[in-house]
């Protein structure tokens, strides 16, 4: 592994927040841009991403000392040091979206065009994301066995949802209905995540052999999976 980038001196510069830095800099960029084609106010991407990152990286690491507790009371200190991984993407999507909702409502803009526009680099700020971890060591698979080595399930993980980024932009081009760019985000991404623990070996299992976060991707996918039927119905009964 790689934790540390680059040293100068005394500066530090740590593989994981490099990339989360990263991942938040393309991602809010390219929305932005996306958001001016689509008459969005100006900046109002640009502030939306950073409100949600903030309040997404703070969700993040609460759900992550809430399931590593023992380990933080141990060494309270350890809460503060990002820069060694720890954050749990559904704590931060939780938080991210709770917040960034109340900003578009406040702002008086339609909640599901805003989360059809943000869905496609939100794949793609992960699939950034993940290289980071993947160089810190976190998130990291079980042993393959008869090889001895890790699965790289972050590297799987980059991949799949560089795919997703792909597969979302081309849809976002086509007339679908309002909601079921996110809806299907979030079925790609759960879907994703239930078969990704499988190989992970840094979360363990609490129920029926299954781990906690694939207990919560199947909940999402089933609820994302509901509406997006149901918003397809809606749109088929207004055609009759």
């Given at each position: 592994?790689?934790?540390i980038l680059l040293q100068f001196g005394p500066i530090t510069i740590y593989s994981y927040g490099f990339f989360l830095a990263l991942a938040f800099l393309a991602a809010s960029m390219l929305a932005e841009r996306e958001s001016q084609i689509r008459n969005f106010p100006p900046y109002f991407i640009s502030n939306l991403c950073l409100l949600?990152?903030?309040?997404?990286v703070i969700g993040a690491r609460i759900f992550f000392i809430i399931l590593n507790f023992d380990f933080f009371?141990?060494?309270p200190y350890e809460i503060i040091k990002l820069w060694h991984g720890g954050l749990v993407w559904y704590g931060g999507l939780i938080s991210g979206v709770a917040a960034g909702l109340i900003y578009v409502r406040i702002k008086k803009q339609a909640v599901l065009p805003v989360l059809d526009l943000m869905a496609p680099y939100l794949a793609l700020g992960q699939a950034i994301g993940r290289i980071g971890c993947f160089l810190n060591g976190c998130c990291y698979g079980k042993i393959w066995p008869g090889v001895n080595i890790f699965y790289p399930t972050q590297v799987f993980s980059s991949l799949i949802m560089l795919f997703v980024f792909l597969v979302l932009r081309i849809l976002q081009k086509r007339n679908l209905k309002t909601g079921n760019i996110f809806f299907l985000y979030l079925i790609?991404?759960?879907g994703k995540r239930f078969f990704i623990e499988f190989l992970r070996g840094d979360s363990p299992s609490i129920f029926l052999g299954f781990t906690i976060f694939q207990l919560i991707s199947a909940g999402i996918f089933m609820i994302a999976l509901i509406f997006l039927l149901f918003c397809q119905a809606d749109l088929n009964r207004r055609k009759l």
């Open positions: 592994m790689y934790p949600c990152l903030v309040s997404g009371k141990q060494d790609f991404y759960s």
